[in-house]
């Protein structure tokens, strides 16, 4: 017992450390983090989208506010949601956002990531961080942004931009659409639907 | 939607031009930006049915046949005939120093890189850039206005449905021959191969949207505006993003 608290103590400094994480350099740890296992494994690159979908569980995942995502995309229907509504919103697109990345990273080829320097201020509490990824056989980088938020447990983010488009946004139109037309359940429901098609293998459900 | 504060004149002659197009069409989704959405949304409809009976099932035997460093050449070839084109635009969006690099592309691709086989240029620390004459016209101070899917083409506005006319015209493969039968199958080649570079994005837009119709407009509205400023529009103030979550 003794020891354990002894344990916790010693490990209470390193824990603040690293919610103290600079955002760019959290990118860049999880980035490479990533990119190495996928390197290394072969399952994945042979497609096994399952497998992708635990490793974005693992790694991924916990750096996300997917609450917020949710809402973004959602939009002004956010409010009339209710907080019911709103958990299983947000886990639907969370689901859906981990099949489909989880598609994707089988993709995975060798790429090189540039980050560009962070520009921020010490007290700021939002930062946007900008990486230009350029493929192995093609010579046009394309630029991934991080939009980064600080909370108690360090830095979340809350939206990813792709070549400038939002991963978040995008989804907008189409869900303020299903909500007009089948309602808050209707736009859960297509959701569901949408994630229960299978993915060549079943991925990411947790 | 992308206005830069300037040529207020060219705003208002525009503005003009667009009223007319939009003029009667009643907003039948969601997006302002599209008042021709059941007529887009046909073309739309018609261009994915093409699109999988035969552009992309030929892509695919173009990518199963061919290995990738032939590909990668046939790539880097067209994309070095843009490239002209492009430093053209850089000027006339008034970034000359990047339209200096963009030369300089063109010129050590088509030497050095052997015809624009290989792009020596991007290893050599100038990356290539995206312009084209919506661009530039969107630079100049014109909105986009409405979204329209072009047939064959797909998403465009009609800003950009004009860049497309002066893009086609100043397009080398357009000047290149006087065989009307040579320059068809270079463009084929031309649009089997951009296509068989998309063919990841297009699978992974499959597994991503939930109505490919308007996730495709608004990731290419996105696209463009990101473009127009080249990589940093202004932010857009999101309505129900303003209460913090835990």
Known sequence: ?206 | MESRSRGGIKRLSAALLLAGSLAGCAASGGNPADPLEKVNRAVFAFNDGADKVVFTPVARGYRAVLPGFFRTGVSNFFSNLEDVWVSVNDLLQGKFQQGLEDFTRVIFNSTFGIAGLFDFASGAGLPKHTEDFGQTLGSWGFESGPYVVIPFIGPSTVRDGFGLLFDYKADLVYWATDSVAVRNSLYATRAISNRANLLDASSLLEQAALDRYSFVRDAWLQRRRNLVYDGNPPRERDESDDEPTK
Request: charged share 25%; with cysteine.
């Open chain 1, 1 to 206: 017992m003794k020891i354990a608290n002894c344990l916790l103590l010693a490990l209470l400094p390193l824990l603040a450390q690293a919610q103290a994480v600079a955002p760019d350099v959290l990118v860049k740890t999880i980035t490479d983090e990533v990119t190495t296992t996928l390197k290394k494994d072969k399952d994945i690159q042979a497609g096994d989208t399952k497998k992708a979908g635990a490793l974005i569980e693992a790694k991924i995942v916990p750096h996300f506010n997917f609450v917020r995502m949710a809402r973004i995309a959602v939009g002004r229907n956010w409010r009339s949601a209710t907080p019911e509504q709103q958990k299983e919103l947000t886990s639907e697109f969370k689901t859906l956002l981990v099949r489909t990345y989880s598609s994707a990273l089988v993709n995975y080829r060798d790429q090189q990531i540039d980050y560009k320097p962070l520009r921020a201020k010490p007290e700021d509490n939002e930062v946007t961080v900008k990486s230009d990824v350029t493929q192995s056989g093609s010579s046009q980088p394309v630029s991934i942004d991080y939009e980064m938020e600080k909370t108690d447990n360090g830095w979340k983010i809350y939206d990813v931009k792709v070549g400038g488009v939002s991963l978040v946004t995008t989804y907008r139109d189409t869900f303020a659409s299903e909500v007009r037309e089948h309602g808050i359940d209707g736009l859960i429901k297509s959701l569901a639907a949408k994630n229960r098609e299978p993915l060549g293998s079943k991925a990411g459900r947790s």
